[in-house]
């Protein structure tokens, strides 16, 4: 078995090696031969939203290999849009919205660079094909920020308020002899609701609804404010909805009813003279962010997805927050002469509380040692996600950004009926009174319930206590703020958990603030963790033993030979909610 091990291993790793030498083969000739991104003298940027939006950029060798295929982040948005202020050969920015997937807090991120760009004297047209989707509300806030707001003549405006479903499948799961077992500190922790309630908890749905309402209200606020229109005519115009075409440019909800054709053509109108160019094209020629740029950097560290223990794998779990590879992001970077402080973006549900912990005294030693940290809440920052914001100088939330949940859960799923039904026995075989404590064949017995009681009780207490300390909150203040609850970051600034409302502007003023930086001296804004090689990832998965890992990094990796041989032909003549994970210690910040 060693051996067929060992011989498919390195297979797997030649395979992985020829892979490589021919992406970067490629890589290397377009960058050689093809023309290097040029920009014109005069500038109208083009810009089109699609699909979720990852919150900084991707700086694993994947991304590196075949750039072409990169897509913007929020942060090199945001960055793209405020160095065109003042790059004084931009005149204007067209965007399409139509395949837009952004949630409330994003839309606050992008609307508010929009606006600092509106200030800078420079004109904004946004088109979409149409106002609907799980999207249209955060999406026309969005467009709201736009001077003109263009919306095709067969389009909906179909902004109809804030809602928020939650499936009960409690019944279904007792039906097929599935029993799910979450416990909770307390009543408001609502992550397991779905798989242990038949009705929603009065608590959560209270709860839920304070949640919703503020989402509303920010949303009725800026549509208002941009629109010129009272609070009560936009909550009557969302009560109306949805609106045909005609009816939205009737009630001056939207300017023009056009096409992308036509609205490309009426901005070219505001700027004769100059050239639309792709927003990603004038990111990359422009080099935000080049290893040429050294002097001072503030370090930018996204926490994104669930909280996992140790380093994960960059083949398997890109979707996750692995504590070991942010902890290493933020030792290299207090390890960095040049890094004045460190920006961490947070979008994440929580996860391990022991990750999340490990990830908070690490940030808690570098601020120690004289390395200022400010924190930017994406659109979640809950449960395990707020807890290592504890160890920040300053914490900034958007209006909507999800957070707080101060509160634990822990359990597990048992299928031991389910299978039985099927014919399916087990035999199990144990020493130790809690031997199969979290064993998926049986329920918890009341000793095991106790024991898990006794744990969420003390997770729970260290949790609230760090939160009460750190944040100077009086015990009944905690309490208010705390039992599992969420918040918005409007709620959530009231109660004391974040300091301040804004996005990445604001929470890079700050750190400037915190570095002693001087008016005006540059700073580079770097992403941590450094871009590794496509070999360093595949070894880390052979020496941690991951070779299921590895075997699902192999299959990616020879869809890239596709793209590769893809990449060949179009090169120019020589001449760019929150789940719930049930593994031990099945214990969750969440």
Partial sequence: MRYFIGFFAALGVLAVLIVTAGGVGVYWFVGNFSDPPSLPGSIVLKARLSGPVAEVSDTSPLGELFPARRRLS?????????????????????????????????????????????AAGKFTHVFTDTFEGPSAAATYFLATAFEIVSL???????????????????????????????????????????????????????????VVTSMYEQLVTGIANARGLSPSEVRKMIDATPLVARAARRDNLVDTLAYWDQMTTMAEAHAPTARLVDWRRYSDARALDTPEKPDTRIAVISVEGEIIRGRGNSLQDRDKAAAGRLISAIRAADDDPSVKAILLRIDSPGGSYTASDSILRTLDQVRAGGLPVVVSMGSLAASGGYFITLAADHIVAHPASITGSIGVLGGKVSFGELLSRHGVDSAEVSAGANATMYSPLHPFNERQRERLAVILDEIYADFTTKVAQRRRLTLSELDAAARGRIWTGEDALRLGLVDALGGFDEAVSLARKFAKLEPGEPATLTIFPRRSSLLDEVLDAIEGGDLTSLALGLRDLTRLIGYAVQATRVIPNPAMSEGIMLRAPHIFVR
Avoid at 87 to 113: I, K, T
Avoid at 182 to 199: G, W
């Fill in 74 to 118: 929020l942060l090199d948005m945001v960055s793209t849009i405020d160095t065109s202020v003042v790059d004084s050969r931009v005149q204007g920015l067209v965007m399409d919205l139509s395949a837009s997937r952004l949630d409330l807090a994003e839309a606050q991120e992008l609307r508010a660079a929009i606006l600092r760009f509106r």
């Fill in 152 to 210: 095709q003549p067969s389009g909906l405006l179909d902004v109809r308020g804030v809602s928020l479903t939650t499936p009960l499948i409690r019944r279904l799961l007792d039906e097929q002899g599935v029993r799910a077992e979450i416990h909770t500190r307390h009543e408001f922790k609502s992550a397991a609701v779905p798989l242990t309630k038949e009705v929603l908890p009065e608590p959560v749905r209270e709860n839920y609804q304070r």
